[in-house]
């Protein structure tokens, strides 16, 4: 038995499911999660010695690669004069100075210590600003683990919440209403039943959460014109897209501005980080500055501050940091796309920049529904083959490949390579 299966059985015996977070789980791929002991530029290495070309670089924060010298050292400099004081310091206003300079629709921003934070916050702001209590998501979007958020596509767009977990009242969701992502019109219906109260529209300006999904051309204006229409505040949901697709995120790479904008993964460089901002009549209005409370013991924590900044810093300061990552992207996901068609497969390649994905389907993916076609046993059994030829991709058809600055031409060759004899033998069976 390998060390990882041990550990995993031991994991199982303490906490639920054997994962502190359920997509770490192999479970809907027939495998045993792999635990990892440490990592190093493009690759991680297991608790069992091998080694891995890493496409999740833990599901986005690390887009310079693990161990960026730079970043490590902010950590240990920091760690050197104290963990946590639970006060201001001045690596918060660095922090939020930075994020309003390369961030043109961020007025103000509040750090706070996840994702899900993040977007919880902000729909309460916006909630707070617009005296509204309706929010308007798409199906197959993820915002984070919070109560309103969960929850999917009902039977019809006009379907009230329903729950997508266990645990959670639909008191909780009956103010979330689910449209089509890249479906205007199903969000103009929502809009016509009950617009005057809805406080805001929530979107992942790329959809990176059910695979990845594209917004269609005019989706994110149009959003922006029915939100400006009705008095509802956009939010971009930029936990994922932000300071990946472009220094600005999604809305400096399609040019659309929203009104409130989530971070998280990138902007903590690694550390547990996430942060919300945007107009500053809206952000005014958190506490202690307005009455819409929100707060965090660990918010702004000097040592997270220190990773998220150093890694920023590195972003903005490196010349052309974002086209070349970014043409890298473009020629490696071309490159899939190009095996796929030699090899005769319907398959589809969906990319953008440095995210990607493949879905085991045949026709275009740009929602949740036709994203749902993929045959997730396909998926099953290219996951396994990756693995065992030293390749870590996400354990799961509904989420991104990652790539990062560390992956130099041969990482991204040798995926290609083996990649195609993945082909090859699945068209031999
Ligand atoms: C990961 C993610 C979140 C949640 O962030 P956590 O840090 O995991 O809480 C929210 N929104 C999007 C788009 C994400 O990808």
């Given at each position: 038995m390998s060390k990882s299966e041990m550990l995993f059985q031991e994991a199982a015996r303490f906490i639920p499911g054997g994962v502190n977070s359920p997509v770490r789980a192999f479970g809907s791929v027939g495998e045993t999660p792999r635990f990892i002991a440490s990592a190093n530029g493009a690759y991680m290495t297991d608790a069992d010695g091998n080694q891995y070309l890493d496409f999740v670089g833990s599901w986005g924060p690390m887009i310079l690669g693990h161990n960026h010298p730079a970043v490590l050292d902010a950590v240990l400099n920091a760690c050197r004069q104290g963990l946590s004081f639970g006060a201001a310091t001045e690596r918060e206003v660095e922090m939020a100075e930075l994020i309003c300079s390369i961030v043109p629709s961020i007025e103000m921003v509040r750090m706070v210590n996840s994702g899900t934070e993040a977007v919880m916050s902000a729909v309460r702001a916006a909630r707070g600003f617009t005296g509204r209590s309706k929010i308007v998501k798409f199906a197959g979007c993820y915002h984070g683990h919070?109560?309103?958020?969960?929850?999917?596509a009902g039977s019809g767009v006009m379907t009230a919440g329903i729950?997508?977990?266990?645990?959670?009242?639909?008191?909780?969701?009956?103010?979330?209403?689910?449209?089509?992502?890249?479906?205007?019109?199903?969000?103009?219906?929502?809009?016509?039943?009950c617009g005057s109260e809805i406080a805001a529209v929530i979107v992942e300006p790329v959809a990176a959460n059910m695979g990845v999904v594209l917004p269609e051309k005019g989706f994110l204006a149009g959003l922006r014109e029915i939100c400006d229409r009705s008095g509802a505040l956009l939010i971009f949901d930029e936990v994922i897209t932000g300071f990946r697709l472009s220094l600005s995120g999604a809305q400096g790479y399609f040019d659309i501005r929203p009104d409130l904008t989530t971070f998280g993964k990138i902007i903590g460089g690694g550390m547990p980080v996430g942060a919300y901002g945007g107009r500053k009549d809206v952000m005014k209005l958190i506490a202690p500055s307005g009455p819409v409370y929100q707060a965090g013991t660990l918010s702004g924590n000097p040592v997270a501050m220190a990773a998220g900044l150093a890694q920023l810093q590195i972003l903005r300061d490196t010349p052309d940091f974002y086209e070349k990552l970014n043409r890298k992207g473009d020629s490696f996901f071309e490159g899939m796309k190009k095996a796929v068609q030699e090899a005769g497969k319907p398959w589809r390649i969906n990319h953008v920049g440095s995210l990607g994905c493949i879905f085991f389907t045949d026709g275009p993916v740009s929602n949740y529904a036709q994203a749902?076609?993929?045959?997730?046993?396909?998926?099953?059994?290219?996951?396994?083959?990756?693995?065992?030829?030293?390749?870590?991709?996400?354990?799961?058809?509904?989420?991104?490949?990652?790539?990062?600055?560390?992956?130099?031409?041969?990482?991204?060759?040798?995926?290609?390579?083996?990649?195609?004899?993945?082909?090859?033998?699945?068209?031999?069976?």
């Open positions: 919070s109560d309103s958020m969960l929850v999917k729950p997508d977990s266990a645990g959670v009242p639909e008191g909780c969701t009956q103010d979330t209403l689910t449209a089509v992502y890249n479906d205007l019109e199903s969000v103009e219906e929502l809009f016509r039943a749902k076609t993929s045959d997730t046993e396909a998926f099953a059994s290219y996951f396994s083959y990756m693995l065992g030829h030293g390749i870590y991709l996400a354990p799961s058809q509904f989420e991104a490949m990652f790539l990062s600055a560390a992956m130099t031409e041969k990482e991204l060759e040798g995926f290609l390579e083996t990649f195609k004899i993945y082909l090859k033998e699945s068209q031999a069976k």
